[in-house]
């Protein structure tokens, strides 16, 4: 409203200049601004041109005018001017500088012609206007500042000062604003670069260009200017990181990504493409394990990652565009490679005896051994140890990863003489791995161990007769011991009491033990004894031990009988015996002795008639040699009779003798006779003899029936019907018919009679062993006895 005030007083100031200018020149001068409202008096022309207005209303006062839309109106009535309809200077006058309007006015009665001119007053009433709301430039990030780029100017209808007077640019770094004046076009926009332009800082640059006209207040228009900025290959590419450091495992996988670089190129198009490459110093070692994707800039795992053969690598990897000057940046990358538990522990021997002697103290150093394992941290630590349970243990040494292997129970070689220990070695990894390794260790001999007989006492059952010089017996030991520790070397043990004296006729191999008899044993004269072989090893110290060698003397046959009786005076055998003819039948008319120096069937004798005159006459005992009657004499009978004895003992090859006795058959008297006088020579000659001997037979005879009672009792003990018949058989009364004789095949003592078979045996026990030595005692006197001249009655 105070603007419309404003312009109302300005309009009326205005009109009065006009008139008092007009009045002056005498023509009516009106001005009115432009887009004045319809109605809007402009002046009172009647009044100006001074007509009484009493009689203007007859006159017809009206404006002349061509147009058929007349802008002014004049009131007939009181002179009045209106605007008839609005004033568009800008349509009427165009861009004239003064639009004036000349009317032409009637009067009639009379005629009056007068000329008005109205000067329509410029408004600002249109704002400056840009031809495009929005402008776009495209300037390259190269510009040098002060380029210059025209804008296109703002147009506004508005004529002077009304007309467009400046322009504004919003505020920014890079641009100023320059205007050029240019006559017909008015003012020129111009953006002028003040400072380069970066693409990669700011892409568009968004202006906006304000032109105002002079009004008051002024009007404006605005264009929106964007600037795109072109790009220039003037980055290079730049990693995103800092640094890249990695880590990888060893052994990955031909194809694992390391990691993946990244690099940016802030350009444009191939100016801001980036490609990875090796960079140029890469050495050909470093090419052949990995591989840089061009494109993704991953970093590929091309080859045998070895933790082992290096650990870390460090490679530099090129970023570049593909501008056509390519821009470059290198960026190393860190990789540290991860050990795995890929290296089993390696054993090695450093030094090792192969050889450890048995008495070896506790702890002696057998080897020593180091592990290595070529990985690192846990994956190398290495724990050792000796398998299964041997006497051997490793000992960690002062240094890592060093070992000795010692004993830690005492060797004996004899039991095991050599180890295979097995020794694994085995890392702390996960999983982990280990290795295995085997020694042997060999436990050499000390000489700890004496020889030793595989029997100790021997005994050995011998015949006698055997060939002097020929090996008899022999003795074997055995030493645990090995080479000369086991090499053994017998001897006799010399010397000393009288058990050894018999060895003089003995002769022993020192290498193999064979015992050769020098002489020829003779049962009758020795019957047993013993001897005691050394058997000494070659160590140093040697080691030696002894035994005892018990030898039965076995009786052959190889005694004839001899006949005790009848003997003659030369020494034949041959006696006269003198009987009366009128003995009736069983008169004992003699008895045939005779002995045998060996002993059991050897010695046995048997008697038998080998020639007789008269069979029916006289018979002989087959056991006892007793010679009998038959029947009575008759006349018939001869006188004498001749009989030979065959006396034979009992031998698998059975020796004998014969011997001859003559029976003459006397008259009573004459008999009687000769035996009184025969039988006081015989009793005076043996007296002094039997005295002693029936001492030693009655005892001896107690002992052995004792001893032989005893062995019986223990038998039957054993075996009720065996010991029966033993019972029975030692009742037997005979010669020299019970005779224990012991056998060296079976080693049986057998209790021979005549009546016994041949295989009634003792078996030997405990009892054998215990009765043996009486055994002994009374076979010794038994053949001490029967050696001697026994009378034959003292026997029975
Ligand atoms: C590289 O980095 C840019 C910017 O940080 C990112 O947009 C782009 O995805 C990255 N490229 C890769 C392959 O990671
Ligand atoms: C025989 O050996 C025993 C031990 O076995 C020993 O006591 C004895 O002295 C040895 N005799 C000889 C003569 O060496
Ligand atoms: C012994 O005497 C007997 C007769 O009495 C005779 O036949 C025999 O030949 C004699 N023997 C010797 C060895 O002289
Ligand atoms: C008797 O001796 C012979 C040879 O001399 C032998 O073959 C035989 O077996 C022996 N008989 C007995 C019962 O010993």
């Not at 006009?18 to 009647?46: C, D, H, M, P």
């Not at 960079?279 to 800039?297: A, E, I, M, P």
């Not at 150093?365 to 140890?385: E, Y």
């Not at 004499?633 to 003798?657: C, P, Q, R, W, Y």
Request: glycine share 6%; net charge negative; hydrophobic share 35%.
């Amino acid at each position: 409203v105070s603007n419309q005030n404003n312009q109302r007083k300005w309009v009326v100031f205005m009109a009065v200049l006009f008139f008092l200018w007009n009045e002056a020149s005498a023509q009516i001068r009106y001005s009115i601004s432009e887009e004045q409202k319809e109605e809007t008096v402009v002046g009172n022309i009647a009044k100006d041109l001074g007509i009484d207005l009493s009689t203007l209303k007859d006159r017809g006062f009206r404006i002349v005018s061509g147009s058929t839309e007349p802008h002014f109106q004049v009131n007939q009535n009181d002179g009045i001017l209106y605007v008839n309809h609005k004033i568009d200077r800008e349509e009427v006058c165009e861009r004239s500088n003064v639009c004036l309007i000349n009317l032409k006015t009637v009067l009639e009665n009379p005629l009056e012609i007068h000329y008005v001119t109205v000067e329509v007053l410029d408004v600002n009433d249109h704002s400056p206007s840009f031809p495009e709301k929005e402008k776009r430039l495209e300037i390259s990030e190269s510009a040098l500042p002060g380029a210059r780029f025209q804008l296109q100017a703002a147009r506004d209808p508005d004529g002077g000062v009304y007309s467009v007077q400046q322009y504004k640019l919003s505020p920014n770094d890079h641009f100023r604003l320059e205007v050029m004046d240019r006559d017909e076009d008015g003012k020129i926009p111009i953006l002028n670069l003040q400072k380069p332009l970066d693409k990669e800082a700011t892409r568009t640059h968004r202006l906006l260009l304000t032109a105002t006209d002079g009004g008051k207040p002024p009007r404006s228009g605005t264009i929106n200017i964007i600037v795109n900025v072109l790009d220039v290959n003037d980055n290079m590419p730049v990693f995103t990181k800092e640094s890249y450091s990695v880590i990888l495992n060893e052994n990955s996988p031909i194809g694992t990504t390391v990691v993946q670089v990244n690099a940016t190129d802030l350009d444009d198009g191939l100016n801001g493409e980036v490609i990875y490459s090796f960079g140029n110093n890469v050495n050909s070692k470093l090419r052949k394990l990995f591989d840089v994707d061009t494109h993704t800039g991953e970093i590929i795992v091309k080859g045998l990652i070895d933790f082992e053969l290096k650990d870390r690598y460090e490679i530099d990897i090129q970023a570049s565009d593909r501008g056509a000057v390519p821009l470059t940046t290198d960026k190393s990358v860190k990789i540290k490679i991860i050990d795995l538990n890929d290296n089993p522990p390696e054993i090695e021997i450093t030094s090792f005896s192969n050889a450890i002697p048995e008495d070896s103290r506790l702890g002696t150093t057998v080897a020593l051994i180091s592990v290595n394992d070529l990985d690192s941290g846990l994956n190398g630590k290495v724990i050792c140890s000796v398998l299964e349970d041997v006497p051997f243990t490793l000992m960690p040494s002062l240094q890592d990863n060093m070992y000795s292997l010692v004993t830690k129970s005492p060797l004996d070689r004899e039991k095991q003489s050599e180890y295979d220990l097995t020794i694994v070695a085995k890392d702390a990894g996960q999983p982990s791995l280990s290795s295995v390794k085997t020694i042997r260790v060999v436990v050499s001999d000390v000489n700890d161990n004496s020889p030793e007989f595989s029997l100790s006492p021997y005994t050995y059952y011998v015949t006698e007769n055997n060939d002097p010089g020929a090996s008899v017996f022999y003795v074997s030991a055995s030493d645990h011991d090995i080479n000369e520790n086991a090499l053994i070397s017998y001897h006799i043990l010399r010397g000393g009491g009288n058990d050894n004296q018999w060895a003089s006729f003995l002769n022993i191999n020192s290498e193999n033990g064979n015992i050769l008899a020098l002489k020829a044993f003779d049962f009758e004269t020795l019957k047993t004894f013993q001897f005691q072989v050394v058997a000494t090893d070659s160590g140093t110290p040697s080691l030696s031990s002894n035994v005892t060698v018990n030898v039965f003397i076995l009786d052959q046959n190889d005694n004839a009988p001899v006949i005790l009786y009848p003997v003659s005076t030369n020494g034949s055998a041959e006696g006269v015996e003198e009987i009366p003819r009128n003995v009736n039948a069983g008169h004992l008319v003699t008895k045939v002795r005779a002995y045998d120096a060996d002993i059991g069937y050897n010695g046995w004798l048997l008697f038998s008639l080998q020639e007789v005159t008269d069979h029916s006459l006289f018979a002989l005992d087959r056991y006892t040699g007793q010679i009998r009657t038959l029947r009575s004499f008759t006349e018939t009978d001869e006188a004498e009779h001749k009989l030979v004895i065959l006396v034979k003992d009992n031998g698998n090859v059975s020796l004998s003798a014969t011997t001859t006795v003559i029976i003459n058959a006397v008259e009573p008297k004459e008999a009687f006779a000769a035996s009184d006088v025969k039988s006081a020579v015989k009793d005076e000659e043996e007296n002094s003899i039997t005295f002693y001997l029936i001492i030693t037979l009655g005892s001896v005879s107690a002992l052995f029936l004792i001893s032989i009672v005893v062995l019986i009792v223990m038998q039957c003990s054993k075996d009720p019907d065996y010991s029966s018949k033993s019972l029975q058989d030692a009742n037997y009364d005979g010669t020299l018919c019970h005779s224990i004789q012991y056998r060296s095949g079976d080693k049986r003592y057998m209790l021979v009679g005549p009546r016994m078979s041949i295989g009634s045996t003792i078996v030997p026990g405990i009892e054998t062993t215990l009765y043996f030595p009486i055994l002994q005692l009374t076979m010794y006197i038994m053949s001490v006895w029967s050696f001697k001249t026994t009378p034959p009655h003292l026997i029975e």
